[in-house]
């Protein structure tokens, strides 16, 4: 047993995001109690409330950069931490959030506050890489509990995490789905999005929409030309790309081919 002041820093940070990817930490439970054996949980504002300030072996960040202090913030982090992780849609890829940088921020603005000129915020919701080095980017809105502990256990032991870079289609294969893209002809993100969700939504006969962002080598072209023979208009391919990673670079590329 390891006097705590010798254990390896973790660090969890909050910035734009609805809290889901912290959660799946915390949903780790028993798995928690092993990790707090390895690691000094030393910042973690939604499960602790004494903060150990100083430099951080590992930190951990949700949500994506969507004010000039986040982006302030974000770099102070970075200047403290030997590694950082990225965890789910926000902050790897801007988030839900980022469907603003299609649009007129001001309208936006307009629409929803009774005084405008009182919000600081950037013209664009952006990802951490966007912004400073990331050491890995783990996906999914949310992402995967287990996939989260992959990736601790690997900076733990000085490796890179096996996390899988193919598409949620070989997990339909794995578990026998039958394809909804071609057996029930719906529109489905599966061929180019990332495995890790288990195919929760083809499990349930329900198209992929594409929760953990582009697979490593997407061919959305491809897949837009199968949707569009499905009947899919110019619009409703749109909407599809536009969604929780609407701005990972390989959807925003294809959206931006059917925007206005």
């Known amino acids: 047993m390891h006097d705590r002041s010798d254990k390896p820093r973790l660090a969890v940070w909050k910035f734009a995001s609805c809290d889901g990817c912290q959660l799946s930490l915390?949903?780790?439970?028993?798995e928690l109690l092993a990790l707090g054996e390895a690691i000094e949980i030393a910042y973690f504002p939604e499960a602790a409330t004494r903060p150990i300030r100083g430099h951080y072996d590992l930190s951990l960040v949700e949500g994506s950069i969507s004010t000039p202090r986040d982006a302030e913030r974000i770099r102070a982090v970075r200047r403290r931490s030997a590694h950082l992780v990225t965890l789910g849609a926000c902050a790897t890829a801007g988030g839900i959030q980022a469907l603003r940088n299609f649009a007129d921020l001001r309208e936006f603005m307009a629409a929803v506050y009774a005084h405008p000129a009182y919000i600081h915020t950037l013209a664009t919701s952006s990802a951490i890489a966007?912004?400073?080095?990331?050491?890995?980017?783990?996906?999914?809105?949310?992402?995967?509990?287990?996939?989260?502990?992959?990736?601790?256990?690997?900076?733990?032991?000085?490796?890179?995490?096996?996390?899988?870079?193919?598409?949620?289609?070989?997990?339909?294969?794995?578990?026998?789905?039958?394809?909804?893209?071609?057996?029930?002809?719906?529109?489905?993100?599966?061929?180019?999005?990332?495995?890790?969700?288990?195919a929760i939504c083809p499990a349930c006969h329900r198209g992929c929409?594409?929760?953990?962002?582009?697979?490593?080598?997407?061919?959305?072209?491809s897949l837009t030309r199968a949707l569009a023979a499905l009947g899919l208009e110019r619009r409703e391919l749109?909407?599809?790309?536009?969604?929780?990673?609407?701005?990972?670079?390989?959807?925003?590329?294809?959206?931006e081919r059917h925007g206005e």
């Open 26 to 30: 915390l949903d780790c439970e028993p």
């Open 238 to 255: 749109l909407r599809l790309y536009r969604s929780f990673n609407a701005n990972a670079e390989a959807f925003r590329a294809e959206s």
């Open 130 to 198: 966007d912004h400073v080095p990331v050491d890995f980017e783990l996906r999914g809105c949310p992402v995967n509990k287990r996939q989260l502990l992959e990736v601790i256990s690997a900076f733990l032991a000085a490796r890179r995490p096996a996390i899988p870079a193919h598409s949620v289609c070989l997990e339909c294969k794995s578990r026998g789905l039958p394809c909804v893209l071609v057996a029930h002809a719906r529109a489905c993100l599966g061929p180019v999005t990332q495995a890790g969700c288990g």
């Open 209 to 221: 929409y594409g929760c953990f962002g582009p697979q490593e080598t997407p061919n959305t072209a």
